[in-house]
């Protein structure tokens, strides 16, 4: 059975995630089947704020 998951990058404290299609039994940072994605958390927040002040 195959998932999509987040498989972790980046480095401490500065994650990022790609979005892979795996194996169920296989870890979360492990071997994937396709690469569908990425997902930057830290970049998400800094463009809600520059969103924020230009509202103003």
């Not at 500065?14 to 039994?25: E, K």
């Not at 997902?39 to 998400?44: C, E, G, L, Q």
């Amino acid at each position: 059975m195959v998932i999509i998951r987040l498989s972790r990058g980046g480095s401490k404290k500065r994650p990022f995630y790609h979005v892979t299609v795996a194996d169920r039994r296989e870890p979360r940072d492990g071997r994937f089947i396709d690469r569908l994605g990425f997902f930057n958390p830290i970049a998400r927040g800094q463009e809600e704020r520059c969103a924020s002040m230009w509202r103003r």
